[in-house]
Every structure is written in C-alpha cells, then in structure tokens.
C-alpha cells in the first residue's frame, strides 16, 4: 500500500495558479447569492421600502404585484456595488505587505554583499597561492 499510494513529487510555483480565479469568481458568485438571499427571504428589505410589501390572508407580507421588478433592480445595485467594493479593497491592499517586500530586499542586499565577500576572500587566497609559487620559481 505504501508503494502504490505515494504523495505527489513537489513542483514549486510562484503563485496558486488557477485556483486565484476559481476564488474570484467564488467571491462574485457569494455576492450574488448574498444579494438574492437578501432580497427575497429576508424580513430586513421589507424595512428597508415597506411601500413594495403588503400583509397577505395569512398575515405575512409579500411583495405587492409589480414590486418585484424594484426589488430585483435593488437587488443588482446591491450586488453590483459589493463586486465594485471587492474590486476597490483588491486594487488599494497589496498583494504583498511593505515589510515583506523590507525583508525581501534586504535578504537579496545581504546574500550580495556575502557573495561579494566571499569572492573578495577567493581571490585573496587565489593571489596569496599565486605569489606563493612565484616565490618557488
């Protein structure tokens, strides 16, 4: 079983890939059904334009004939706003933090100046061996 069944080799990637869209759309999608769920099962719209409902014999309200048309432009400014809000909240926060990108770079200053050094030593001891076997000659 532990020959068959293998975890899968990693491959490093750079991003999520795919699935950065598949939550996208999941993110307009939730606004949608939010909005829908908003305007049609919910006692708080009915708050909201209490001119649109009307008590049925059963003594609940239900929105009167023709009102549904409102309700449903409602409904899409609701859920047009939310998607042009998410959009808004994506293109003001960065996708990576300013002290992350602090770090990064000076992670990157660090590995140059050692690099740096280090060939600075290399060569060093290259010209010290170098003289060396001038001076045997």
Same mark, same amino acid.
Not at 7 to 30: F, N
Not at 96 to 107: A, D, M, T, Y
């Given at each position: 079983?532990?020959? +068959?069944?293998?975890?899968?080799? +990693? /491959? ?12 996208? %759309? ?8 939010? !909005? ?10 009915? &708050? ?8 049925? &014999?059963?003594? $609940? ?16 400014? %609701?859920? *047009?706003?939310?998607? +042009? ?7 003001? /926060?960065?996708? /990576?933090? &300013? *002290? ?11 590995? &140059? ?11 060093? /001891? ?6 060396? !076997?001038?001076? $045997?000659?």
């Amino acid at each position: 079983l532990s020959r +068959v069944f293998r975890r899968p080799t +990693v /491959v490093k990637t750079d991003s999520i890939g795919m699935w950065k869209h598949l939550l996208q %759309m999941l993110v307009s999608l939730s606004a949608l059904t939010n !909005c829908l769920i908003f305007a049609f099962t919910s006692s708080q719209l009915q &708050q909201f334009i209490p001119e649109s409902y009307v008590t049925d &014999q059963f003594g $609940k309200p239900a929105l009167k004939t023709g009102a549904a048309e409102e309700t449903m432009l409602l409904m899409l400014g %609701m859920e *047009h706003s939310l998607i +042009v809000l998410a959009a808004l909240v994506k293109s003001v /926060v960065p996708s /990576v933090p &300013q *002290h992350v990108k602090n770090g990064i770079s000076k992670r990157d200053y660090l590995y &140059q100046a050692l690099l740096a050094k280090g060939r600075l030593q290399t060569m060093e /001891v290259f010209a010290k061996a170098k003289a060396q !076997c001038l001076e $045997k000659t």
